[in-house]
């Protein structure tokens, strides 16, 4: 069991949500750089006009990932151009450090709507496409951080760890129908969500980085593309670890500790 494998983007129909900055931008970029179609989806307007500056093969369709009349709106238009897609990703992500004794529902919210909600209305709209086409492909950008419990990923790390699973499950009802689904889990990526951050990222990757492995992954069938590997596969034994031996090694590698009140 795997994925149709893409070794060439040209006149590829790609949908991209949350492509403004951070990964999303520079996957659009990488994308209309090797001949892919690519719409580019995501609230901030301008940047998007940014990335698709000078590319024929660029769709600019401003949407709200959390507001399903907009994103509605986003993929008729879509489907109006193009009359169907070959890959659909979604990118969008919101990320807040947050601890047990800062708990605020408004942010937390907020990340669950993005990170999971707005990815389950994503595939709403697409699925069904893909499913009268008899082909194409539907990624979803989760993270290493849905692997196991991490300190100050209180509310995102949950909301990873449920779009992998919902990913694994589409995969398991999609596959035998010739879809391809494709989660995307990549380490620290030096984002404006990461810039905030007041610990050391190891194996910290540019987004230009992030963007060619992501590409590098859709060339295999593998259902997960993850990276830099150097980090994720110490990330995968630590996710086998029993609660016992987990819990201690990741308060001492994280530092858990500190700054509790």
Not at 247 to 256: K, Q
Request: proline content about 6%; hydrophobic content about 50%; aromatic content about 8%.
């Amino acid at each position: 069991m795997s994925n149709p494998v893409i070794a060439d983007w040209c006149d590829c129909r790609v949908w991209l949500l949350g492509a403004s900055s951070g990964i999303g931008a520079a996957l659009g970029s990488e994308l209309l750089a090797r001949g892919a179609r690519v719409a580019v989806s995501a609230r901030n307007a301008e940047a998007l006009r940014q990335v698709a500056a000078g590319a024929g093969k660029a769709l600019v369709l401003p949407c709200d990932a959390t507001d399903e009349g907009s994103l509605q709106a986003a993929w008729a238009a879509v489907l109006a151009a193009w009359g169907g897609v070959d890959v659909a990703i979604y990118v969008a992500a919101d990320y807040i450090p947050m601890r047990a004794w800062n708990l605020d529902m408004q942010p937390a919210r907020r990340m669950i709507d993005i990170n999971l909600v707005g990815a389950v209305a994503f595939a709403a709209c697409v699925v069904p496409q893909l499913l009268r086409q008899k082909n194409g492909q539907i990624a979803f950008v989760a993270s290493v951080a849905g692997y196991r419990g991490l300190p100050k990923s209180l509310i995102y790390g949950p909301t990873k760890a449920a779009l992998i699973n919902f990913a694994e499950s589409l995969y398991l009802d999609l596959q035998p129908k010739g879809i391809g689904v494709r989660v995307i889990n990549p380490g620290f990526v030096a984002t404006p969500l990461t810039a905030g951050n007041d610990f050391a990222m190891p194996a910290l990757l540019t987004p230009a980085a992030a963007a060619r492995a992501t590409i590098a992954g859709f060339a295999g069938g593998a259902f997960e593309i993850h990276f830099p590997k150097r980090f994720t596969c110490v990330m995968k034994l630590l996710a086998h670890l029993p609660y016992r031996l987990y819990f201690p090694l990741a308060s001492r590698l994280t530092g858990a500790r500190r700054g509790s009140p």
